[in-house]
């Protein structure tokens, strides 16, 4: 679904539970140009990285009412974005895919998740080998890599912290986040990777996007980063950004 570029673009997000939401109004202050992304809390019965729970955080009916929710209080939407990776890949590729246009039936506009936001990011920067450093326990991580495979994404080395809730994450410092990605890109599996990518929406990580790409030396993806730029390239307001990774600095003219 293409559409004309508006001038300040208004993209839903729809956020599960209380973790690291506040990236998404540090990202309206970074990108400084009238952009709005409207959140809206989605209902999480129970925290857990856990599939069980996993499954109901993602569920259609969650889904549209948040669409609903965040329509209602923000007015018209250009774009709409499930802000949740694990959310959404637990479902699988084919899950996933129907989960969105679940969301974009209700919402009537261009809509996606986090977990195609890394996919279509990765197809930008022309990434077809990554590392992964996930915060989720084992078995929801390896649920990612197979995501990714299903695009043809090669998951050259896998580091996860199993850390079973949410709010455990979005406790975690920019420090211990640079740590973390420099730990994932030092493996000497991940030497042939092109990309770090850290799927968490519960992760900070807005205000350390260039530190991260810096630390590393490579493109370091965010799962709050990928889902704002996903947000916006879907609103027709793609362009090149500075402050926000090589993903946003890269602009449209990359993919």
Request: net charge negative.
């Amino acid at each position: 679904m293409t559409q004309t570029a508006p001038v300040t673009p208004t993209v839903g997000i729809l956020y599960p539970g209380y973790s690291a939401e506040d990236d998404y109004p540090r990202a309206e202050q970074l990108l400084g140009d009238g952009s709005r992304l409207p959140l809206v809390h989605t209902l999480m019965r129970e925290d857990a990285h856990r599939v069980d729970a996993l499954l109901d955080v993602g569920s259609e009916d969650i889904l549209a009412d948040g669409a609903k929710a965040v329509a209602a209080s923000a007015g018209p939407l250009d774009s709409i974005i499930w802000a949740c990776t694990s959310g959404s890949f637990v479902f699988g590729w084919d899950g996933a895919t129907a989960q969105v246009k679940a969301l974009q039936e209700v919402a009537r506009v261009p809509a996606s998740s986090t977990s195609f936001a890394f996919v279509d990011a990765c197809r930008r920067l022309g990434v077809d080998t990554v590392a992964v450093g996930a915060t989720y326990p084992d078995d929801v991580a390896e649920r990612f890599v197979e995501f990714l495979g299903k695009a043809g994404i090669r998951v050259l080395t896998l580091t996860s912290r199993g850390i079973i809730t949410a709010a455990e994450v979005g406790t975690l410092t920019d420090d211990v986040v640079l740590e973390f990605a420099a730990a994932v890109a030092g493996d000497p599996a991940a030497a042939g990777a092109q990309a770090i990518l850290m799927p968490d929406t519960a992760l900070h990580t807005i205000d350390v996007l260039d530190r991260l790409d810096e630390r590393v030396g490579k493109p370091v993806l965010t799962a709050n980063q990928v889902s704002v730029w996903q947000g916006l390239r879907l609103a027709g307001a793609d362009r090149a950004r500075t402050g926000l990774g090589a993903l946003f600095a890269a602009g449209p003219e990359a993919g």
